[in-house]
């Protein structure tokens, strides 16, 4: 059985060519879910045309934000949403095409006796195409080192493509995370599974972005390291 109330979370910094395309290829695949899309005024005018759209479309909502906050506290945004809206799942995908939305299916399909189905570059049948080698020793090595010191049962730990259930979110203080970058995959990870959390992975092609630009720094790569360090303390709250 499909999950009944589902909220597709798309955060947002100029994806503006992107978030056009993306919205009906998403609605292609999943037509009975809403989507929320978390932006952070974007120069672009990503904001104002999901403003512009969401007139004459119901399922689309928008939260904006005054400025370039973080991807770690867009996504925690999207997911205090789905809980104060009662959503049953909430996914949550890239808005530039890396992640296929013809996967959404595949994920939906193994909610049933999972709480986060994640899907996964680094499980057969999953991969990578477009990168250089550097990304791949990168990408690598950040699911190593989190998979081992946070003990996660998941080979794909950086990713942001997963579905949750919304009932174990609720369960999360999401004003006590640590991350405001992309740790926060790693970090909602760990702490789902001191919830109890049962993960599932279902395997899906990256692809590089389609169009506009990465907005991923080297700086952040050092701070999600000390971050999960810190969680790996047990000085994470
Ligand atoms: N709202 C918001 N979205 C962000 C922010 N940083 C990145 N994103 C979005 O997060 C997703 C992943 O970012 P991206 O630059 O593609 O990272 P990469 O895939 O690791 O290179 C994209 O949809 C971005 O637009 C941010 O500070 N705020
Ligand atoms: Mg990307």
Not at 45 to 56: D, F, S
Not at 193 to 208: L, Q
Request: hydrophobic share 40%; proline share 6%.
């Amino acid at each position: 059985m499909p999950p009944d109330t589902i909220l597709i979370a798309l955060c947002t910094y100029n994806e503006r060519d992107n978030i056009a395309a993306l919205l009906p290829e998403i609605w292609q695949h999943v037509p009975e879910a809403d989507i929320l899309v978390v932006d952070d005024n974007s120069p672009d005018g990503t904001g104002t045309l999901v403003a512009e759209w969401m007139t004459r479309e119901p399922r689309l909502r928008l939260l904006s934000r005054p400025g370039k906050l973080g991807l770690g506290t867009a996504t925690l945004a999207a997911f205090q949403y789905a809980v104060d809206n009662g959503y049953a799942w909430v996914c949550n995908l890239d808005a530039d095409f890396s992640h296929p939305p013809a996967t959404l299916p595949d994920l939906l399909a193994q909610t049933p006796g999972h709480d986060v189905v994640l899907a996964s570059r680094y499980v057969p049948g999953g991969g990578v195409v477009g990168w250089p080698w550097y990304r791949h020793a990168m990408s690598q090595s950040i699911n190593f080192y989190a998979r081992t010191l946070l003990r996660l049962p998941v080979r794909d730990c950086s990713g942001s493509f997963r579905a949750y259930r919304v009932a174990l979110l609720r369960q999360l203080d999401l004003r006590q995370f640590l991350s405001t970058g992309y740790s926060v995959l790693e970090e909602l990870l760990y702490r789902l599974r001191r919830k109890g959390a049962r993960f599932c992975e279902v395997p899906y092609i990256y692809a590089e972005r389609r169009y506009g630009d990465s907005k991923i720094r080297l700086s952040e790569g050092f701070r999600a390291g000390l971050i999960i360090l810190r969680l790996a303390l047990g000085l994470g709250g």
